[in-house]
């Protein structure tokens, strides 16, 4: 199944992705999985495989799970597999549910490969809210699969499976040791293929709207690309979704303030990367001492120790299931592709436009009380008294060389971002704020906007 679930072939596989796309976060597939997927259905399992590699997502299945470490769960379901060789249905999907919630799995994504089983285990998963997004079922002829599961063969010394027709060992060695393995055998295989049958059918009916029935009885490699093709569709739905919410715009151009209005409404996370740098510094972090100098320069601080900041807090937990709301990163093309090739990637992109005169107006005219530390604008909120304007300071950043040297350098880059995000919402930021607030509240509650090439 994918999301959500992939059911393939006789077993069936579920996948989940929190998005689709590819990324190149490293995927995680327990060393184990080979041998369980050629000794169970390696062809169906070999696409499963192939598919949380190419979307760098998790690959899980029962095997996998109940092979995890410092789980308590995970050991009492290897206790009731090595006494009755089964899992019993609660406590596999409790086991699932509990890998699931982890933080890999919220957010690259997950294939389930042989759950669910049976009916009972589809609408038990569906009942905590485990929903696919994808499920695709490989079909074949009961003689094709037959032939494959009875060419399996296997190495007693290494404990690697090959086949009679589609992987023999070109090594006459190899080929002379090579075993039936155990409970391979005609009248077995069609045991499960019968039971298999029997619970297929009460099974897709779960999934009315999602399902693909691909053909196995072809080359792997077509299979695959038919697969992958599938689960990188988007469905049509109604479904809130976690918002992940990149603002960019030129200096004075608000993204501050919209972005603490939509953690206010939606409790977003409010992520300033300007800020995140001036904190690990102040908290001594890790990176403390890799930022430090490049602040004494007053030098811009390399890109490579921007995104291990920024990684560290959009992995929190926080990030991860309340969503979050990203400015002043990334600037330009190559911190946008260095964002997305870590497999963070916004679903709401919005660019505040606001042209040059406006933005000296907001930012050249402000100034700081030295003594009390109140700020103060000259147009929107000037200082009380003549006394308290005559000691008024502007901070050297805010003069107007420097905000054009910064509204150039942005607007240099704007295309390329823009180009880069093809969804992204362009808005005029030069009205009140509450009225560009209600702009992007409406880009995120609503489906994004279909461009006409």
């Not at 696919?132 to 699969?145: C, E, F, K």
């Not at 693909?212 to 072809?218: H, T």
């Not at 976690?242 to 953690?263: F, I, M, N």
Request: aromatic letters at 8%; one cysteine or more; hydrophobic letters at 35%.
């Amino acid at each position: 199944m994918t999301r959500g679930p992939s059911d393939s072939g006789p077993q069936g596989a579920a996948a989940r992705r929190g998005s689709m796309d590819a990324t190149t976060a490293p995927h995680r597939i327990p060393p184990q999985m080979p041998q369980y997927g050629e000794a169970n259905h390696i062809f169906e399992l070999m696409q499963a495989m192939w598919l949380a590699k190419h979307l760098s997502t998790n690959l899980l299945s029962v095997e996998s799970l109940i092979a995890k470490e410092y789980s308590p769960l995970a050991a009492d379901a290897r206790m009731h597999y090595q006494k009755f060789k089964m899992v019993p249905d609660m406590l596999l999907i409790r086991l699932m549910q509990e890998r699931l919630k982890e933080e890999d799995c919220v957010r690259r994504g997950w294939i389930l490969d042989g759950i669910p089983e049976t009916r009972e285990q589809a609408l038990t998963i569906q009942t905590l809210g485990i929903s696919p997004r994808h499920v695709i079922v490989l079909s074949a002829p009961d003689t094709v699969l037959i032939e494959r599961n009875l060419g399996k063969r296997i190495d007693p010394q290494t404990g690697e499976i090959y086949h009679t027709t589609f992987d023999w060992p070109p090594e006459s060695e190899i080929q002379n040791r090579l075993m039936v393995p155990a409970g391979i055998f005609e009248g077995e295989t069609a045991r499960k293929l019968l039971e298999y049958h029997r619970n297929i059918v009460r099974i897709l009916p779960s999934y009315p709207k999602i399902l693909k029935v691909i053909s196995a009885d072809q080359p792997c490699v077509d299979v695959f690309y038919q697969a992958l093709t599938y689960v990188q569709t988007s469905h049509r739905s109604n479904a809130p979704f976690t918002p992940r919410v990149l603002l960019c715009g030129p200096v004075g151009s608000g993204k501050s303030l919209q972005a603490a209005l939509l953690a206010q409404k939606y409790g977003l996370i409010n992520v300033c990367c300007g800020q995140l740098l001036k904190e690990a510094v102040a908290d001594k972090s890790k990176y403390s001492d890799l930022i430090q100098p490049f602040f004494e320069k007053e030098i811009a601080v390399p890109d490579n120790i921007i995104m291990k900041v920024l990684k560290q807090r959009l992995d929190q937990q926080d990030c991860v299931e309340r969503g979050w709301v990203l400015h002043g990163f990334p600037r330009d093309l190559d911190q946008a592709h260095l964002m997305d090739n870590l497999g963070y990637k916004p679903n709401r992109v919005f660019f505040l436009n606001v042209p040059f005169d406006s933005v000296i107006e907001r930012l050249s005219l402000r100034r700081t009380d030295p003594i009390t530390g109140e700020r103060y604008h000259l147009m929107y909120k000037p200082p009380p008294t003549i006394e308290v304007q005559a000691r008024l300071l502007q901070n050297p950043k805010d003069s107007e060389e420097q905000i054009k040297l910064k509204m150039d350098l942005f607007y240099r880059n704007s295309a390329e971002l823009e180009q880069f995000y093809g969804d992204a919402i362009t808005l005029n930021g030069d009205q009140d704020p509450y009225t560009v607030f209600e702009y992007i509240e409406s880009g995120i509650i609503n489906r994004l906007p279909k461009k006409v090439p």
